[in-house]
């Protein structure tokens, strides 16, 4: 028994050491496939930065152009109240 028991031990932490180096082997196949899949996508990502670009300058345009317009309507309404106001205190 004394004999036989650690001749197990050994046998079975050799097979787990081949286990565990085919294991990494194979985790460092796995860990290059998904490097390269994340390469593409960032290239495909850089590919459409300029697309979002355009998107980002077109949105500020049109934010200035209706906040000019809100700045005048409501400047053209507060002329008018303000004129009707003005009025209303003359003839009293």
């Known amino acids: 028994m ?21 294991l990494g082997i ?8 998904v490097d390269n899949v994340v390469d593409d996508l960032t290239v495909k990502v850089n590919s ?8 980002d300058f077109t949105t500020d345009k049109l934010s200035l152009i209706t906040d000019k317009f809100v700045d005048y309507s409501t400047a053209l309404i507060s002329k008018i109240f303000k004129k009707g106001k003005e009025d209303d205190e003359e003839n009293e």
């Open 2 to 22: 004394n004999s036989v028991l650690p001749m197990i031990l050994y046998i079975l932490g050799a097979i787990l050491l081949v286990i565990l180096i085919i």
């Open 26 to 33: 194979k985790l460092i196949i796995v860990m290059n496939k």
């Open 48 to 55: 459409l930065n300029g697309f979002f670009s355009i998107i």
